[in-house]
């Protein structure tokens, strides 16, 4: 059985995934992102990276907010 830690690991690292894919992200994923990063339980160090890369691409323009 997978515990609560390992599926919200596994939503993060999709969720990480199509963002950096095509280049857009929702609202709601930006609120996940900023949930996580404030709860700062069940991140990694990857996840935290990876997460800081969204947010470096928002400013620079290279990633768009879509709704």
Known sequence: MR???TS???LMEIVLERIFAI???TRRDQQLLM???MSKKGLNENDRQQI???FDALQ???IKVVD
């Open 3 to 5: 515990s609560a830690g």
């Open 8 to 10: 919200n690991q596994m």
């Open 23 to 25: 280049r857009k992200i």
């Open 35 to 37: 949930s996580a990063l």
């Open 52 to 54: 800081g890369r969204v």
């Open 60 to 62: 620079k323009g290279l």
